[in-house]
Nanobody, 125 residues
Framework: QVQLVESGGGLVQAGGSLSLSCAAS??????????VGWFRQAPGQEREFVAA????????YYADSVKGRFTISRDNAKNTVYLQMNSLKPEDTAVYYC????????????????WGQGTQVTVSS
């Protein structure tokens, strides 16, 4: 059974920072064989792509709305992917999900095979 567990969400003031983690577990699950992405969903809105990182960590991809403020990274030895979020804005408020994809486009949520339960990020103005 594969599990992705997000942590690190919370309440922060605009301009602040949060660091999210996505820890993977499962008897035969090796996160290093998957592209991992972060998505978010605000109330009443569709889930949207935030960032993704390639299997070896050499390539990363960002939504225009977070480029320059968010950084995705991974530690395959720890089976964990991170999302460092700086200069947070109220519009970043959402539930953040990590997901793992074996194949396919990094920005398309339908590509992803496994999903975490999400962690709430709230940015106050």
């Amino acid at each position: 059974q594969v599990q992705l567990v997000e942590s690190g969400g919370g309440l922060v003031q605009a301009g602040g920072s949060l660091s999210l983690s996505c820890a993977a577990s499962g008897r035969t699950f090796t996160i290093g064989t998957y592209t991992v992405g972060w998505f978010r969903q605000a109330p009443g809105q569709e889930r949207e792509f935030v960032a993704a990182i390639s299997r070896n960590g050499l390539n990363s991809y960002y939504a225009d709305s977070v480029k320059g403020r968010f950084t995705i990274s991974r530690d395959n030895a720890k089976n964990t992917v991170y999302l460092q979020m700086n200069s947070l804005k109220p519009e970043d408020t959402a539930v953040y999900y990590c997901a793992a994809a074996e194949f396919g486009s990094t920005t398309n949520s339908r590509t992803y095979d496994y999903w975490g339960q999400g962690t709430q990020v709230t940015v106050s103005s």
